[in-house]
């Protein structure tokens, strides 16, 4: 029989103003007597539990010795006791919790009632009390999961226990059990690797049979009834009601389309799909569904549900947005049956990405890839209404064409660098890497130096500037047909496109000696770009122009090394056509002129009244000569020489 | 004479006519623009040399003919200046042609023989200086401007166009291909004619020739026929070369001018 009994205790309990200090805080000592009443432990004495105080004097020491719940609950106190719980106990952890600590003192109701701290609904937030975020448990110790009552409450378990009050939903303790709390790497634990099917299953029983559509059926095939760890896929505390893949198999798919005699019934084309050219694609870890979304695994053929073609759009958005905006877009969109859809250029199921050799799009293939429709009597070359012809034939002989095809140089311009792959827009959009006003920007993708001095050329200065067009790079390196710059066929060619636009002055050069050479084939003299420059043409009033005053005479000094200013004052465009701007070259040329005309009239007069006498002088030397054979005379054989018989 | 003459024609046409397709493939057969260049230089240096020999040969003449006088030479019936004798040809000839006089009787140089010697020696002034100008352009322009370059350019081109044409027309008419003297007269290489050609062509230096018994000294046998045969071949290849550059001329200048 104990010394007091539970009225003694209650003396001094019941008062609800009791405290004391424990380390920092004030702790209140009020013990509610109806709470205890209703209890569980209503039967108990106070000194069942505070077992130290069994006999002792009042009022008693404090403090008081932890109570040891296992006591009467020894099965839960073992478990306890060997989880991370109990071991942070026995470390003196003062974080760790203890029983009452989730279970109450004095209030304990039963677990299955209401009321209870630890009923289902519950759980979440006696656990959260130091699992959540920001406490100092998940601050200071060593727990492996992050924001775990957040991600909870977001997941189905806690959407459907705490939103929905479905209290067989599992909560904390369903899982990680309620006492036997241990790392997932303890072998023992609830949620190590090879029990968490065992765990999950608990709920979950028939998982096997309707997992087997979702996850590849072929794991079942080499080990049946094996689940992989739940986790795998399901993060622990996110798991979300998630439709995968629609719910497809690749070997469902392949069970029919593995077969060579499969075919449409429409057109009788193969619908025969070999699974290892995917599994070499970059698409090999993208399940068949996840493309040809519109199957429907609950059908008995899953296809028949299918009405379009593969978008592939999904996943590619970006890319499809820009598509859909170009000429090759459009044409789908007019459902032209020539357009071209991803898969004419990418393929189909083994699309191998632009860094494979063997891919359409890599670089040096892209040439053919496009020429399939591009090439001069093919589709799209047929209905194409602008200026550029034999495109491929010329690009293959072009330095771009030389560098990507025969030497294989796979940085080399191709049609995709200039054109865009997705973007093909036609030259007269504004928005077209080939209009006019972006062709140096294209350009200068890779020539960059080139771009930036012709920014700041008169050519593009102007721009805007003046009605006239003015030229950009294609215009004189053309757009396909493009040459190396010290090629002597590109070098007289140039001075033609000079001489597109500057016709007059063009037609003046070729009046002076630099032109006359040129025009007799030889590139040894000095052309347009070398004295204006190429990619630099400034107005000889700047400064900085080949041409200005400053810079003239050097740059006759280039090919004249003794030139002087004198020297440079040669007028490298007179022509003696211009009586105004070059009399002095139009008087002289019309002075010869006058002088060659003038001799020739008088020697040509000249001449022509000789004629009649001349031949007439013939016929009396004949006649002579004649009459001489007939009777030989003394006719003189000899000649007269010069002076003295020599030479 | 007569090669640096044809060097200097063909390769200055490909350069003034280069806009006609016959320049290219001359140009090219000449070995290229740089080498027609050098070609044409190298004949020019050649005609200089033509020059200066001409005039030591004048002064060797001189010394030998005329004492070495000057004005004997200058001022005698045989002189290369024009006198009033030429005059008199010169219009005498003219009614010949409309057949309302005889024929003068020529001297040693007919008047139409002296303007064309004239004709050379005004030409290589004009010509070689301008040539010069154009050979040696930055030395030329430390002493006069630019554009004197320009300028340089159509008299040489235009006076060389002038000789070239003037040589293959009306001189090789005048001198090789007159009807009574065709094929050609091969004198300029031979320094010899026929004595009854010079009778009837030179009938005043004749005259003169036997008044003053100096006829004989002059007489030497004729060429033989394997030398004359070889002159004549190569006085055929030169007057084809002009023949061809005439045509040449007359194709760029009336149908291709630019």
């Keep these: 029989m104990p010394a007091q009994d539970d009225a003694d205790c209650f003396a001094c309990h019941s008062d609800r103003t009791l405290t004391t200090k424990r380390g920092s805080a004030m702790v209140s000592l009020y013990v509610s007597e109806k709470r205890f009443a209703a209890s569980v432990h209503a039967g108990t004495s106070c000194t069942s539990c505070h077992a130290d105080l069994d006999g002792a004097e009042l009022p008693h020491d404090t403090p008081l010795a932890k109570v040891d719940c296992g006591a009467c609950h020894a099965d839960q106190q073992a478990l306890h006791a060997r989880s991370l719980h109990g071991k942070a106990i026995a470390r003196g952890d003062p974080l760790a919790p203890r029983c009452a600590d989730c279970h109450g003192a004095h209030d304990i109701v039963p677990v299955k009632g209401p009321g209870s701290a630890v009923a289902p609904l519950q759980v979440p937030f006696v656990c959260g009390r130091c699992h959540r975020e920001g406490t100092p448990v998940q601050r200071n110790r060593a727990i492996h999961q992050d924001n775990i009552l957040e991600n909870y409450s977001e997941s189905i378990h806690g959407e459907g226990l705490l939103r929905k009050g479905l209290v067989v939903a599992p909560n904390c303790a369903t899982c990680h059990t309620a006492h036997s709390i241990l790392a997932h790497t303890d072998p023992a634990s609830s949620i190590a690797r090879r029990n968490i099917a065992a765990t999950c299953t608990g709920c979950h029983a028939l998982i096997e049979a309707v997992h087997r559509k979702v996850i590849k059926g072929e794991l079942w095939e080499k080990e049946a009834n094996v689940l992989p760890a739940c986790v795998d896929c399901h993060q622990p505390h996110k798991v979300r009601k998630v439709f995968y893949d629609q719910g497809m198999a690749d070997g469902d798919c392949l069970r029919c389309h593995a077969e060579t005699a499969l075919k449409a019934a429409a057109d009788g084309r193969s619908l025969r799909v070999d699974a290892s050219e995917v599994r070499r694609s970059r698409h090999a870890r993208v399940s068949c569904s996840q493309c040809h979304s519109e199957v429907n695994a609950s059908r008995l053929r899953p296809c028949e549900t299918i009405t379009r073609k593969v978008d592939c759009a999904s996943c590619h958005a970006e890319v499809g947005q820009q598509y859909q905006r170009n000429v090759h877009g459009q044409l789908v969109a007019r459902q032209d049956p020539n357009a071209p859809t991803c898969k004419e250029c990418h393929g189909t199921h083994e699309v191998l990405g632009k860094l494979d050799p063997r891919s359409a799009s890599f670089p040096p293939n892209v040439p053919a890839l496009c020429a399939r429709c591009h090439r001069e009597g093919s589709k799209a070359a047929v209905r194409y209404a602008g200026s550029q012809h034999e495109i491929i034939e010329h690009y293959t002989e072009s330095i771009h064409g030389k560098g990507l095809l025969r030497s294989g140089l796979t940085v080399t311009a191709t049609c995709t660098s200039c054109h865009t792959a997705h973007g093909v827009l036609p030259r007269s959009d504004p928005d077209s890497s080939v209009n006019p006003r972006n062709v140096p920007a294209t350009c200068g993708r890779c020539h960059h130096g080139i771009q930036e001095q012709f920014q700041r050329s008169i050519h593009a200065l102007k721009a805007g500037k003046t009605d006239k067009e003015l030229p950009v790079c294609s215009d004189c390196h053309t757009a396909h047909t493009i040459r190396r710059a010290d090629e002597e066929g590109f070098k007289l060619e140039i001075m033609q496109k000079c001489g597109r636009c500057h016709e007059r002055i063009a037609r003046t050069y070729f009046d002076t000696y630099h032109g006359k050479v040129s025009q007799l084939g030889y590139t040894k003299t000095a052309k347009c770009y070398d004295c204006h420059g190429a990619h630099d043409i400034l107005p000889v009033s700047d400064p900085r122009s080949h041409l200005s005053r400053q810079n003239v005479v050097d740059t006759c000094r280039t090919c004249h090394p003794g030139a002087n200013r004198r020297f440079a004052g040669y007028l490298t465009h007179a022509t003696h056509h211009d009586p105004e701007k070059y009399p002095f070259l139009f008087w002289t040329f019309w002075g010869m002129t006058t002088l060659l005309v003038g001799t020739f009239f008088v020697g040509g007069i000249h001449t022509l009244l000789w004629i009649p006498r001349a031949v007439q002088m013939r016929r009396e030397l004949r006649a002579a000569a004649l009459e001489e054979q007939a009777a030989p005379g003394a006719a003189a054989s000899a000649e007269k020489g010069p002076g003295n018989g020599e030479r | ?258």
């Design chain 2, 1 to 258: 004479m007569i090669v640096s003459f044809m060097g200097l024609a063909l390769t200055g046409l490909t350069l003034k006519f280069s806009y006609t397709s016959w320049a290219a493939v001359l140009s090219r057969l000449l070995g290229g623009f740089e080498t027609a260049g050098y070609i044409h230089r190298a004949a020019a240096v050649v005609m200089l040399g033509v020059f200066l020999t001409h005039l030591g040969d004048l002064n060797r003449t001189k010394n030998r003919e005329y004492g070495g006088s000057w004005r004997a030479m200058l001022l005698g019936p045989n002189t290369m200046l024009p006198t009033r004798k030429d005059v008199a040809d010169f219009l005498g000839t003219l009614r010949w042609f409309l057949g309302l006089g005889p024929r003068p009787r020529y001297g040693r140089w007919t008047y139409w023989e002296k303007f064309d010697y004239f004709a050379v020696f005004w030409g290589i002034a004009i010509i070689g200086s301008t040539g010069l100008t154009l050979w040696f352009p930055e030395i030329v322009t430390r002493f006069v401007p630019g554009w004197f370059l320009n300028v340089a350019t159509i008299v040489h081109s235009d006076e060389a166009l002038l000789a070239t044409g003037f040589i293959f027309t009306v001189h090789f008419f005048n001198t090789h291909l007159r009807p009574e003297k065709f094929p050609m007269d091969i004198v300029v290489f031979t320094g010899r004619m026929p004595l009854d050609e010079f009778k009837r062509d030179k009938p005043a230096e004749y005259d003169g020739l036997v008044a003053s018994g100096r006829m004989e000294q002059h007489l030497v046998e004729a060429y033989p026929p394997i030398v004359v045969r070889t002159i004549r071949s190569f006085a055929w290849t030169a007057l084809g070369v002009g023949f061809a550059m005439v045509v040449w001329i007359i194709y760029a200048m009336v149908f291709a001018y630019r």
